[in-house]
């Protein structure tokens, strides 16, 4: 399920646009995380930071270049990052 992002705010597919979602991207991380722990179940966890921005980092980007209709400029812009990074990204995502 995916989520537009709104100034701190998201609202979920099939809502209005007056219809948010009281929670913040930050919290769905948090979350998300509190799952993860809890399901470890007493093991080790290890690259949480590098899993947690892969899996972050790749949804944003897939989701930035359907907006974009790929459009890798325009992408670049939206994201606030130069080209040449973002195809790297894309690259490293599986994405180009």
Do not use: W
Not at 6 to 20: A, I
Not at 71 to 88: D, H, M, V, Y
Request: glycine share 8%; net charge positive.
């Amino acid at each position: 399920m995916s989520a537009v992002i709104q100034q701190g705010t998201t609202t979920l597919p099939g809502r209005s646009r007056g219809e948010r979602r009281k929670e913040p991207l930050r919290a769905c991380v948090q979350s998300a995380l509190e799952l993860y722990f809890r399901d470890l179940d007493g093991h080790q966890a290890d690259g949480v930071y590098d899993m947690v921005i892969g899996q972050v980092e790749h949804a944003m980007l897939d989701s930035v270049m359907q907006h974009t209709r790929s459009n890798q400029t325009r992408a670049a812009e939206i994201l606030g990052i130069n080209r040449s990074t973002l195809r790297k990204k894309l690259k490293l995502y599986g994405l180009l």
